[in-house]
């Protein structure tokens, strides 16, 4: 594919709604991701310590921009290293207090 | 144990090619190129002819066809030689940071156009990460592609810092896609030639000055709508990393034959002193400081081999390129410094002897490729398991 069609589509990717439990969503994508249950994911740990690597975070980053719609930076996850404060922060993003 | 570090007798013939290079092209110049500042382009034209570029590039496309050890030899040897760290780091931005990413994952329209003339000197590449508001957060660039009226990818925003920014014909780029976050995170390969790209510099450094570093300025620059991007789209982060472990690995590896020039250069040009009657090398002191250049080789050379053994087995070699660099760095300026004090004022005027000039170029070692402080946080992540990419 060239560079210009890739860049179409990616810009024309579908997007979920946000979802209202923004940490309960990251919490189960990770989850998903170490092939744990949702409970065994602490959302007041950084990601490094729940066992996801900078790769991981990455991935969970791009995740994010497609599905929520939300242009974020590869460092969004060492900025705000825990679940819990990266929901916070995508909140502020998405303008919802939810 | 079955350890043998040693160049195999193909390797060695390289190195001996571009020791002998080094001494006859490099050297001479190099007191004049340090005091112009200024970017050599006819020592870059004999680089390209030597064939030094092209060592990796595969035979189709004019190199040699050879592995990350026969440059690394060929290095070693140039480096001892030249004892010129500024054409040392053109030609590792050149190779190290654009031929090797293109060989790794340049498509082949894209081999076919640049490693050619990349590998025989007609061209000139520079690799563009840093941006005026910090380097060391390189993955925050603001340098932004969007889609133009009539379709086509136009780039817009700064570099800066960027080694040979001032002559280069091509780039490679870190930059963002508009509307789109992390995922748009990408490499673009960038023709410089046009007036949407304006230059600053060259920047009047502290050392490496033959190899100055400028600004790329690029306003609605064109990019290459097929071809124009390195990898994959979104592959900014893994391909800057790509890139500055071959750029630590081998930029360690020169500081081998640096370290063997300071060495021998001090004990020829010492062994003509004498103090007090004796001669200077009879002092305990005075040895005690060649003791401390040999140190710094022999360790030096033994992590550096190790990382190269590494990387060419095809292992992870990010560990060890970074200690390689990190220690390397600071031992070039330490062997150096000693040099210089051990020759007395003659070690500190410039037109006698290069130690002074390498003290100031292993400064530039220390913060081009990643600072002291980032390197360090890579290593940290090595050690705590991350950054397995
Ligand atoms: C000779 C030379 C050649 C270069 N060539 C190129 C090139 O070809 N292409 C290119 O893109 N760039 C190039 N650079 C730029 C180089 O990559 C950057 O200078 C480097 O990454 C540091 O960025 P900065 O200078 O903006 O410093 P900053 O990022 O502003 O850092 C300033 C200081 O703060 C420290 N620091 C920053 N963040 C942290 C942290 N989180 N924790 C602890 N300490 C921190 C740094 O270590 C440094 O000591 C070159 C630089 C030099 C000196």
Known sequence: MSLLDSIRSRLGAPREPIPDDIEGALVRAVATRLGVEPDQVDPTLALADLGVDSTGAMDLTSQLEDRLGVQLTPTFFYRHPTLREAARALREMTGGDR | MNVDIDWTPEQRVYRERFLAFGREVVQPGGLTRDQTGAFDADLWRAVGESGLLGITTPTEFGGDGKGVLEFAAAMEGFAEGGLDASIVFSVLVQVAMVIEPLLQVGTPAQKARWLPVLASGQR???????????????????????????????????????????????????????????????????????????????????????????????????????????????????????????????????????????????????????????????????????????????????????????????????????????????????????????????????????????????????????????????IWAELHGENRS
């Open chain 2, 124 to 378: 000139k590449a520079a690799f563009a990460v840093t941006e005026p508001h910090g380097g060391s957060d390189v993955f925050e660039a603001r340098t932004t592609l969007r889609i133009g009226n009539d379709d086509e990818l136009l780039l817009s925003g700064s570099k800066w810092s960027v080694t040979d920014a001032p002559y280069a014909d091509m780039a490679i780029v870190l930059g963002r896609v508009e509307g789109l976050g992390a995922s748009g995170l990408s490499m673009f390969l960038v023709d410089l030639a046009g007036p949407t790209v304006e230059r600053e510099g060259p920047f009047d450094l502290m050392g490496c000055r033959a190899a100055p570093t400028g600004a790329l300025r690029f306003t609605n620059h064109p990019v290459d709508p097929e071809h124009g991007v390195l990898g994959k789209l979104g592959d900014g982060v893994p391909l800057t990393r790509l890139a500055f472990n071959m750029e630590r690995l081998l930029a360690a590896n020169v500081g081998v034959g640096f370290l063997q020039a300071v060495l021998d250069h001090a004990v020829t040009n010492l062994s003509r002193n004498e103090s007090f009657g004796r001669p200077l090398q009879s002092y305990q002191y005075v040895q005690g400081r060649f003791v401390e250049i040999r140190k710094h080789l022999e360790f030096h050379r033994l992590l550096t081999r190790r990382a190269l053994w590494l990387a060419h087995t095809k292992q992870r070699f990010n560990l060890e390129a970074s200690l390689a660099k990190l220690s390397g760095a600071q031992a070039l300026h330490d062997a150096a410094l000693h040099a210089v004090l051990l020759l007395g004022n003659r070690g500190y005027r410039r037109d006698l002897f290069p130690f002074e000039r390498l003290c100031r170029d292993a400064v530039g070692l220390m913060i081009a490729g990643g600072s002291e402080e980032v390197q360090k946080m890579a």
